[in-house]
């Protein structure tokens, strides 16, 4: 109850959001199944944009990069960790638990963040205070920016990226996901919480399905609140949920066996999360930890050696000009010479960070903020692309993509004039279906002969789409990252798609 109220309180968007939120039963959606197979094999798994936030501390202009080429973060793979799943799962507390327990946060902090909640009626809340940082979060205990923060493993360095789980903040976990390896998929295990999340209007299907087409190949699958009255660390509970979840993986395109892995834990408590679970808090789990299970992931990396793109999701003033964003492919060096897309504003490198370091180079995966020289702040747009100047990114108005229509409103038909917004790295604009190409069989994913003039929910489409903007994507199959997308409308994902031609 007290979670409806708070939704309502947040007084967000449209009815035609609330009527969806509504609707009913199960699987009517479309198998997103064998999607990304349907033509280009994914050659190489890269990542994407990204997010906000943190602007360089004041010292850290004045330290000089380290000296050594190979600089001490290159010796540790560097993985973004998007956590999704529904409303209240516990995905900030267990971003903060995690926090904690790495130690970046000390317990005079916990203190604070345990009085403030208090404060605000909101005592269950405080680790998730570690990650929800601004005061409408903290008051309705709702994340609503993605949530940004690193931690260290013994093999891996980590960015947590804390997605919203309201509907209403979709367009927010998308720009989450599109920077994610690999994603961990919290799901609730309380009595009636574990139901709401995964039903039809529940945020667990649509973020899973988001996820997968957005490129985090990988997930863990934490079964969270296992201490709770109404679970009590039951493996009963724990089964059902991995039973239940399982076939809706599988139909979202996941190979679950080599794809996914499944662990019980408490966020709140901090169990079977840095060290594995005592038996005195349950007997039956045996399996790793979630810092195992996260070190023990493996996802290829973009190439180091392909052309370099950087998608600019930010910038911001500071001694120049500075963007912020991942790499998507290729490395970046101090005193580069780079283009911004589309504009082919030449610019050089004057500086790079990795979180508060400078450093003299990345790779692939990496999120930094890069100072420029040769650009005004004014003059970016974030969808922007920092490029390799000798091959740059595409540019276009027009492109031609496959797509896969998940759910239309109110079972409108899809055909030539279709607008939508579509969401491409940390690009978002407005768009419309000019000409539907070809359709092509979910099944035998051979074209269907005869000339198709609209599609329903379901189907696969060839079409060609146009944007009023000049935009910077390339086809899937050279960058899967920059080249993969979502058609949303009026709040909902309707349809997800990759550039086949350019
Ligand atoms: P959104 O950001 O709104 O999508 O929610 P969230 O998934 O980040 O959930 P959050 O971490 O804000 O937690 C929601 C509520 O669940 C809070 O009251 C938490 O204390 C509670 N909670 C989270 N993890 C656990 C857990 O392991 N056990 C119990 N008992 N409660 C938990
Ligand atoms: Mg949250």
Redesign the pocket.
Known sequence: MDLEEDIRSLQLDSAAEDINGVVNPEDEKPDVDNFDKIEDEDPKQEVQAQSVEAEPKAKDKEIPPVQDEEDEHMKKRHLNVVFI?H????????GGQILFLSGQVDDRTIQKYEKEAKDKSRE??Y??YIM?TNEEERVK???VEVGRAHFETDTTRFTIL?A???KSYVPNMISGASQADIGVL?ISARKGEFETGYERGGQTREHVQLAKTLGVTKLLVVV??M??PTVNWSKERYDEIESKMVPFLKQSGYNVKKDVSFLP?????GLNIKTRLDKSHCSWWDGPCLFESLDSIEVPMGDPQSPFRMPIIDKFKDMGTVVMGKVESGTIKDGDSLLIMPNKDHVKVVAIYIDEKRVNIAGPGENLRVRLSGIEEEDLLSGFVLSSAANPISTVTEFVAQLQILELLDNAIFTAGYKAVLHVHSVVEECEIVELLEQIDPKTRKPIKKKVLFVKNGAIVLCRVQVNNVICVEKFSDFPQLGRFTLRTEGKTVAVGKITAI
Do not use: Q, Y
Not at 87 to 94: E, I, P
Not at 265 to 269: A, F, P, V
């Open positions: 799943g409303v209240d799962a516990g995905k900030s507390t267990t269950s809340w680790m998730a929800d205990g709702k994340t804390d919203p789980g309201h919290v969270n609140k201490d709770d834990i408490s966020g709140l408590m």
